[in-house]
Nanobody
Framework: QVQLVESGGGLVQAGGSLRLSCAASGRTFSTLAMGWFRQAPGKEREFVAGIAWRFAATYYADSVKGRFTISRENAKNMVYLQMNSLKPEDTAVYYC????????????????WGQGTQVTVSS
């Protein structure tokens, strides 16, 4: 079993930055693919970024490419999402997720989810 706890959300002005953190429990963290998703009010939960356990290969949604960076520290069981040049449309609840497969954009492939952290970007 893996438990995930996100932190680092908050209110920021457009153009600003935030760093989200996800703390994972469980001894299998280093073999899990990790992902960040987000869900805005009235919208579907969407893939933001993913990182593989092997070689830390990364994947991004087109909407955040060049602005967001996902990274992981296996020794600390942590995953991060550095968000720069934030836009009002980035406002959402951000969720950390873990997959025993690959960091696919499909949320159905993720086995564990955190409770989410709110990110609000004001214009």
């Amino acid at each position: 079993q893996v438990q995930l706890v996100e932190s680092g959300g908050g209110l920021v002005q457009a153009g600003g930055s935030l760093r989200l953190s996800c703390a994972a429990s469980g001894r299998t963290f280093s073999t899990l693919a990790m992902g960040w998703f987000r869900q805005a009010p009235g919208k579907e939960r969407e893939f933001v970024a993913g990182i593989a356990w092997r070689f830390a290969a990364t994947y991004y949604a087109d909407s955040v490419k060049g602005r967001f960076t996902i990274s992981r520290e296996n020794a600390k069981n942590m995953v991060y999402l550095q968000m720069n040049s934030l836009k009002p449309e980035d406002t959402a609840v951000y969720y950390c997720a873990a997959s025993r497969s690959i960091p696919t954009p499909s949320r159905e492939q993720y086995d564990y989810w955190g409770q989410g952290t709110q990110v609000t970007v004001s214009s």
